[in-house]
């Protein structure tokens, strides 16, 4: 794969790499899309009909086994390629901040240290009523229905943020501060479909940041990329890491 110079440049001048991904940097570890998720039992669903608290307040057990399910298909999902070049940034660049839509923790998994979950951690349960964390150490996935809090009696959920749900403030305000801050801003596998996250490229560019778009397919963010890599992110970003820094 050909990198423009100037692409190129900016990388290896850049002291400061905010990196936004969606369910694609995942596609490469098994993890299906979000678009492309419902599949089997779950195909007769919309993903943004189950990720809802009515959803949940009219069938909590339905709601608890789709998130079982999924949290099944993430078991054994392990960083891919693209995870592991997005850590290896941080080698190569003083600053890098990764703001992910994604709430698999494969960021973390891969060895990134500054990890922004916009939309929460499937990995973890909290209190619907209470909104306490609930630290189940038993596998909760071998339920059917949502266990109770222990301190209030509540149903537990999933610690992600459901459509209609306001993101978490602080990661927010960082999330927005890393879009006028960073120097190159990576927009990463992500249709640019769900809000506010995907006004984060737009802001950025307006900031005048450098915005660079890694996708197979085009989405409205090609729109305010400066530089736009057609192709998957396990693939690029090793190649783009490689070429940019190639004695290391
Ligand atoms: C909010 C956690 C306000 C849960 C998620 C009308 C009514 C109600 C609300 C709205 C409305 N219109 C707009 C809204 C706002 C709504 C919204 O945006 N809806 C959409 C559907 C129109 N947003 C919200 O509700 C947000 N909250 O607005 O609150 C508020 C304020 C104050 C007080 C109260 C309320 C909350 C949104 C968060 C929803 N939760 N996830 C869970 O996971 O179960 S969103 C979920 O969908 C994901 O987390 C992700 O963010 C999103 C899916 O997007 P992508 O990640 O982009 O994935 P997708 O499959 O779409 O695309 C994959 C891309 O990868 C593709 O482009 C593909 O080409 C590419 N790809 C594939 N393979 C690869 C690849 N790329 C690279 N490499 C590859 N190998
Ligand atoms: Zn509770």
Redesign the pocket.
């Known amino acids: 794969m050909d990198f423009a110079p100037e692409l190129l440049e900016a990388l290896r001048q850049a002291r400061h790499v905010a990196v936004f991904t969606?369910?694609?940097?995942s596609?490469?570890s098994g993890i299906p899309?979000?678009?492309?998720a419902q599949t089997g039992l779950w195909a007769q669903y919309r993903?943004?009909d189950l990720?809802t608290p009515d959803a949940f307040e009219r069938d909590p057990a339905m709601v608890w086994q789709w998130y079982a399910w999924r949290r099944e298909l993430m078991q054994s999902a392990q960083p891919n390629p693209?995870h592991r070049a997005i850590a290896e940034l941080e080698r190569r660049v003083p600053r890098v901040c990764v703001i992910t839509?994604?709430?698999d923790g494969l960021h973390r998994m891969a060895g990134c240290s500054d990890v922004i979950e916009l939309?929460?951690n499937?990995w973890d349960n909290v209190c619907f009523s209470c909104g306490r964390r609930v630290d189940r150490g038993e596998d909760v996935n071998a339920v059917d229905t949502p266990p109770r809090c222990p301190h209030c009696n509540g149903l537990l959920r999933p610690g992600?943020?459901?459509?209609?749900?306001?993101?978490p403030a602080e990661a927010w305000q960082r999330a927005a501060q890393e879009a006028e801050l960073a120097d190159v801003f990576f927009c990463?596998?992500?249709?640019?479909?769900?809000?506010?996250?995907a006004s984060l490229p737009r802001h950025a560019q307006s900031c005048g940041r450098t915005v660079i778009q890694?996708?197979?397919?085009s989405?409205g963010h090609d729109a305010f990329a400066r530089f736009v890599l057609r192709g998957?992110?396990?693939e690029v970003l090793p190649a783009l890491l490689a070429d940019a820094w190639p004695a290391c």
């Not at 899309?33 to 492309?36: A, I, N, P, V």
């Open positions: 969606g369910a694609g940097v596609a490469e899309t979000f678009r492309d993903a943004e990720a693209g839509q994604n709430v939309h929460g499937i992600v943020v459901w459509f209609g749900e306001a993101l990463i596998g992500t249709s640019s479909l769900v809000e506010p996250a890694i996708n197979p397919e989405t998957k992110a396990g």
